[in-house]
């Protein structure tokens, strides 16, 4: 069966030319022009011979994902992209968030996922796939392709946790940060994740380059195991030790990402709890305003007690940001888009 060439990094298309009896430099020529200049047939391919572009198309595809939709907020400059699998019909989606002087892309890494987080319409779709490298590049190509320029940021916080699909997951960074691909500086780049502690100590013992967010919640054991299941299996102090160590690996700050949800983690218990967690390393804390999803028991916490909770955070000198919901009326949180279509469809 021919694989899709996206999915291949320099290295591996390099030995797969070479195994087709050319010169290695071809792999590069080939590699360049996929992933810099987003071609989308073989036939685009410039100064490689007509005949090993023959032998291209008989080992590899060139396949990217099917756009079925795009929903423009009419609240901001957010734009959702809704991606079907060709092979699976799987449905995916990924956010462009444009600002003054940048265009993030913010990626899924599995059709579905099985953390189950109570707040999450991704959670409830349960987990269909994990995405290939290819896959989740083919996000980023079609979206610079649709608004006629490279991304400045990339986030993995689209549907699924990038952790539980590590390999696929690092080997798209390669592509995105490496020279023959975008060569886009890794510190642009930000993975998040709710808190997978061994994948965590992982990543730093490979000392990756990217930054890291990690999606807290909430700082109090009890707390944390009923929004997030996965909370059962590594406990917050799995997670100290666990971030701590990526820390020492990488000096890298990290990122505490922490939805406001209306009194029950929003009082001021709630944020001595994250305060005394965030002593544990260098980080960053960005309070989220919550999007709410269908048949969820949360609420938003709304404007006072976000920035009373924020003041108490602040008194203790800490980073602390307030982030605003983006495309709120095109179901811009995660997954609920595609857990709309799926429900719609079933
Ligand atoms: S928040 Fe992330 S990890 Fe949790 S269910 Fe949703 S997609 Fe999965």
Redesign the pocket.
């Known amino acids: 069966m021919r694989k899709n060439i996206l999915d291949f990094t320099l290295r591996e298309l390099e030995e797969q030319i070479l195994g087709l009896g050319e010169k290695k430099f071809r792999a590069s020529q080939i590699f360049r022009q996929l992933h810099n200049k987003n071609i989308r047939n073989f036939d685009e391919l410039k100064n490689i011979p007509k005949e090993f572009i023959g032998k291209i198309k008989d080992t590899f595809i060139l396949e990217y994902l099917e756009l079925l939709d795009i929903k423009k907020s009419s609240l901001d400059k957010t734009k959702k992209f809704l991606f079907q699998i060709p092979e699976t019909k799987d449905k995916i989606e990924s956010v462009l968030i444009s600002e003054k002087d940048r265009n993030t892309i913010c990626v899924s890494t599995q059709a579905g ?1 099985n ?3 109570e707040f ?1 319409a ?2 409830k779709i349960g987990f269909k796939k994990n995405l290939s490298a290819g896959e989740i590049l083919a996000q980023i190509y079609t979206v610079s392709m649709e608004i006629g320029e490279k991304p400045t940021n990339i986030v993995y916080m689209g ?3 990038p952790l539980l699909n590590y390999h696929e997951v690092i080997r798209s960074v390669e592509k995105i940060s490496g020279e023959s691909g975008l060569a886009m500086s890794p510190q642009r780049i930000t993975v998040s994740t ?1 808190g997978i502690a061994p994948m965590i100590r992982r990543l730093g013992d490979d000392q990756v380059k990217f930054n890291l967010a990690l ?1 807290l919640h909430s700082a109090i054991n009890e707390k944390r195991n009923q929004i997030i299941p996965y909370n059962l299996r590594n406990s917050l102090g799995d997670l100290v030790e666990a971030v701590r160590h990526f820390h020492d690996r990488t000096k890298t700050r990290i990122t505490i990402e922490y939805v406001m949800l209306k009194e029950f983690n929003d009082n001021m218990e709630d944020a001595k709890a994250l305060a005394d967690f965030c002593r544990n390393f260098p980080v960053k804390v960005n309070l989220i305003q919550y999007n709410p999803v269908e048949n969820s028991p949360y609420q938003d916490s709304g404007k006072d007690r976000t920035e009373a909770f924020k003041e108490y955070l602040d008194r203790l000198n800490m980073v602390v940001n307030i982030r605003r919901s983006r495309g709120k009326d095109i179901d811009a949180a ?2 609920q888009l595609a857990n709309k279509l799926i429900h719609n469809n079933s």
């Open positions: 996922c953390a189950g987080c999450c991704t959670g549907m699924g946790e709710v999606s995660c997954g």
